[in-house]
């Protein structure tokens, strides 16, 4: 990974349940978003959270981003089925034109 | 609404030869991002250009190049292509500097090299 890692590397829930998925980075950042990916497919932009911001909230999601760790949480609350896919967190570093995912959390919701 | 396009969805190309593939971003984004994605990896940035001029790089092979052209679509051309070249490449587009709207990917040209 270019970024940092995700934990954990793979989830396994009943549907119903919530799901955390964890990320770090290393460098300064501007912001910081959460993708989704069915498998090989695109990847679905799902939220973005500022630098300064802590915590933002988009349906089911969740995000929290805490800069003097460098790490953010995405939360998906009542999960199902369909929210099986891998999740990435990827970050715009300060002063750049790129944005760097993480490993990637590869969720599954059972039925 | 309008999405990026890539082109083409899927690409067999033999050791040694060249491919392009292009993206047609967003109207009105400026900018403009390449990735490779290899088999359970995570996308790997390879280059981005804003307003037609390369404005980062990554983890590009030398053999690979890209531009950005006057209306704002983009091609990644790659030669003298190997074997671990096959991977998923997205390509993304967005305002710059990027809104509350993250990045919009496109679905991606799947690679195989034989």
């Known amino acids: 990974s270019q970024q940092g890692e995700e934990d954990p590397q793979a989830l396994s829930i009943q549907e119903g349940e919530n799901a955390t998925m964890n990320c770090s980075y290393k460098t300064s950042i501007n912001n910081l978003q959460w993708y989704r990916q069915n498998s090989g497919r695109g990847l679905v932009h799902l939220i973005l959270i500022r630098s300064n911001e802590r915590e933002k909230h988009s349906g089911r999601l969740r995000v929290t981003l805490d800069t003097s760790k460098k790490s953010s949480s995405l939360l998906i609350t009542a999960s199902r089925a369909a929210d099986t896919a891998s999740y990435f967190c990827?970050?715009?570093?300060?002063?750049?034109?790129?944005?760097?995912f993480g490993a990637g959390t590869r969720l599954f919701v059972k039925a | 609404a309008a999405g990026v396009i890539q082109s083409p969805r899927h690409l067999i190309k033999e050791k040694r030869e060249t491919a392009t593939l292009k993206c047609y971003p967003i109207p009105r984004h400026d900018t403009v991002y390449w990735y490779q994605q290899g088999p359970g990896q995570d996308p790997q940035f390879l280059i981005s250009f804003y307003e037609k001029m390369q404005s980062d790089k990554g983890s590009i092979p030398d053999r690979f190049s890209a531009q950005q052209f006057s209306d704002y679509h983009s091609e990644l051309n790659m030669s003298s292509l190997e074997l671990g070249d096959s991977a998923l490449y997205f390509c993304a587009s967005s305002l710059a500097p990027v809104s509350g709207y993250g990045y919009t990917f496109g679905s991606g040209t799947r690679l195989t090299v034989v």
């Open positions: 990827a970050t715009d570093e300060t002063g750049g034109f790129k944005t760097i």
